[in-house]
């Protein structure tokens, strides 16, 4: 049972998931994920912040008895309702007949869709700043909307310093044992903690940063997130960490997705990645569409300064893993990047260089070099990619000391 009192009387209750592949369908776990929930115990009431995934209801009840004893929990806090936390309501609802669900009115209207619960007195409806006194232990409510959905909000309890954070600043990873960073590596969750922000929240930056800037005054001891471990002595790691990646700012690096059927647009891949790197580059990071996983590929796309988006011509359009990670970059807005393109065709000329340059055009995205090869590179191309990798390196450059 991974039972943890963080401070006096709040305490972690959440459970891991490792059978999973994929997170959201989409997105796969080599870590696993937990999904984290918590008590806070006032000398009155009991309330319960947020649930788990329903898979791990069982172990999820085991967790909350363990502490609750035979006391009731008076209110369930929904700080987010996308169903990895929310899913297990129904059955608080049932194990505690009594218990008021809190949260926001666009909270209550998704609980009434999601799951059909209603009834007098049911809901306790907050406002931005609302709070609830537990007897000794007061929460705090404060509206975060678009973090990564509508109603997401986060509770905060004051005396203790702690802020219950719903996805924000969470990550990947289970939690092997341990709940709070101090007592754990976290390498493994920092890493995935790129990967989460990108392929999750990814899209809504400007929300992040609304959310970071209203609660920077807040005490804070404890940031506890609804996956990932509780921080303590990485606050000022992690909030910079998503602050960065909120605000789209990159590290410096070149990162070339490309998508090649017969290996001709790959081999002028490898001759720009060692073109670039015979500039002085030193973090270059290729993937071949078709075979890296594509939360990797946003990832690193996200991170790194400089993107280079090859792809074949395939029936007059972009390759089609080219075409969904080009999706993936316009749905999450992407921004603030280098950005170059080449293609290859057989007969088509310009059918996928123009697509590239729809999608740089929809998403603003200055196309600093652009490179058309013919069926294979040949005599020229040597020539050409040089060219091309200078543009490159000199739009890095420049972006660098802007
Ligand atoms: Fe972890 Fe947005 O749900």
């Known amino acids: 049972m991974n039972i943890k009192e963080i401070v006096k009387d709040i305490f972690y209750v959440g459970v891991n998931d490792r059978v999973k592949h994929r997170f959201e369908a989409l997105w796969q776990l080599p870590y696993g994920v937990s999904y984290n929930s918590y ?231 490898e001759m720009i990645a060692r073109e670039i790197a015979a500039l002085g580059i030193k973090r270059i990071i290729m993937h071949n569409a078709s075979h890296s996983d594509m939360s990797c590929m946003i990832t690193d796309a996200f991170r790194y300064s400089t993107l280079i988006v090859g792809s074949a011509t395939y029936s007059m359009r972009l390759f089609p893993e080219v075409e969904s990670f080009m999706n993936a970059m316009e749905t999450r807005e992407i921004k603030n990047k280098v950005f170059a393109t080449f293609s290859n065709f057989t007969w088509a000329a310009g059918a996928v260089t123009g697509k590239l340059k729809e999608y740089a055009e929809r998403m603003k995205l200055p196309v600093s070099a652009s490179l058309l090869v013919k069926q294979s590179a040949g005599a020229s191309t040597p020539v050409e990619v040089k060219e091309f990798a200078l543009q490159v390196v000199e739009a890095m450059k420049t972006m660098e000391e802007a």
């Open 39 to 269: 008590i806070v115990a006032g000398n009155e009431k009991l309330a319960l912040i947020d649930t788990v995934c329903i898979e791990e209801v069982r172990q999820y009840f085991n967790n909350i008895g363990s502490i609750a004893s035979d006391r009731t929990i008076d209110y369930l806090v929904v700080n987010h309702m996308e169903p990895d936390h929310s899913a297990s309501i129904p059955e608080i609802v049932m194990a505690y007949p009594d218990i008021r669900i809190v949260g926001n009115s666009k909270t209550i209207e998704m609980i009434k869709g999601f799951y059909h619960i209603d009834g007098p007195d049911r809901y306790l409806e907050v406002k931005d700043g609302d709070s609830i006194d537990l007897g000794g232990r007061t929460l705090r409510f404060y509206l975060t909307p678009m973090v990564h959905w509508p109603e997401t909000m986060m509770t905060h309890v004051e005396d203790a310093r702690v802020l219950f954070s719903g996805d924000a600043f969470g990550t990947f990873g289970a939690l092997n044992g341990a709940v709070i960073d101090r007592d754990m590596e976290t390498d493994v969750h920092i890493s995935e903690m790129y990967r989460y922000y990108s392929c999750i929240v990814g899209k809504y930056g400007r929300f992040v940063e609304k959310a970071i800037q209203k609660l920077a005054a807040l005490p804070l001891s404890y940031i506890c997130p609804t996956h990932g471990p509780v921080w303590n002595e990485k606050i000022t790691e992690v909030v910079e960490l998503v602050a960065r990646l909120a605000a789209y700012k990159s590290e410096p690096g070149v990162v070339i997705v490309y998508g090649s059927m017969y290996g001709n647009t790959a081999e002028v891949a």
